[in-house]
């Protein structure tokens, strides 16, 4: 049953908000954690954001956050490939261990909602329920969107976006010539990771760019017959003025 009023509301079931989420209540205090999607993990899931730096791995100091890491490493089939500096990850083992961790510490937790007013200890949410309000002490934004920020109206400069693409079944290699791809990954199953690079200062614009991008992109793969899976755009950086 979910209280009213939590010493920390926590938006983001990223795996940095989950770590948080577990640390605040092993310190003894109330905790609810809040998720957009219907699923854990961030934009590692949400959108995703499958690329992991190896040196990120072996500098991690948070205990928790390692045993997290170290269980996703460990998982059959959680690694889709690799370079000498990044693991692509499956998504899909990252949903489930990562519920597994909300579980096995209790986190509270309410996904599927969206927060729609913000004040200074109060978060009313759009949820399937209808409008829902919690009270709390303190509020912790771990998510990509950073909507926090949104909410407090404060605009959002230095937009960069990563648009992910998969090429299935590649019969030649030509795709890997267009001019906007900044990596590519080979994966064990023979596709490629490729990532896109969308600088713009207006969200809106990203998004539009991103579609172009898309569209660009889908014309050339055609054209060398290969056939390709979009997947969503990321936020990487999010800068506010």
């Not at 370079?83 to 986190?107: A, C, G, M, R, S």
Request: charged share 30%; proline share 2%; no cysteine.
């Amino acid at each position: 049953m979910l209280k009213n009023k939590y010493d920390y509301i926590v938006y983001g079931a990223s795996i940095k908000g989950i770590v948080r989420s577990i640390s605040l209540k092993n310190e003894g205090n109330s905790v609810l954690l809040l998720n957009k999607f219907g699923f854990t993990g961030g934009a590692i899931t949400e959108s995703l954001r499958l690329l992991i730096d190896k040196n990120y791995l072996k500098n991690l100091d948070d205990p928790i956050e390692s045993k997290i890491y170290k269980r996703i490493l460990d998982e059959n089939y959680s690694i889709l490939g690799e370079t000498d500096y990044e693991y692509v990850l499956n998504p899909e083992v990252v949903k489930i261990i990562l519920l597994q961790f909300i579980e096995v510490y209790e986190l509270e937790h309410l996904f599927h909602v969206v927060p729609s007013s913000f004040s200074i200890n109060q978060v009313e949410l759009v949820a399937k329920e209808g409008l829902l309000a919690f009270e709390f002490e303190n509020f912790i934004d771990e998510s990509d969107e950073k909507l926090l920020n949104h909410l407090m109206n404060k605009e959002a400069k230095n937009i960069k976006r990563f648009y992910n693409i998969i090429v299935t079944k590649p019969e030649n290699l030509s795709f890997l010539n267009f001019d906007k791809i900044v990596k590519s990954i080979k994966l064990k199953d023979g596709r490629y990771f490729l990532t896109l690079e969308i600088k713009e200062e207006n969200e809106i614009e990203a998004n539009h760019k991103a579609q172009i991008l898309a569209d660009e992109l889908s014309e050339y793969l055609d054209n060398s017959r290969n056939r390709i899976q979009l997947l969503p755009t990321r936020i990487d950086e999010l800068i506010i003025d």
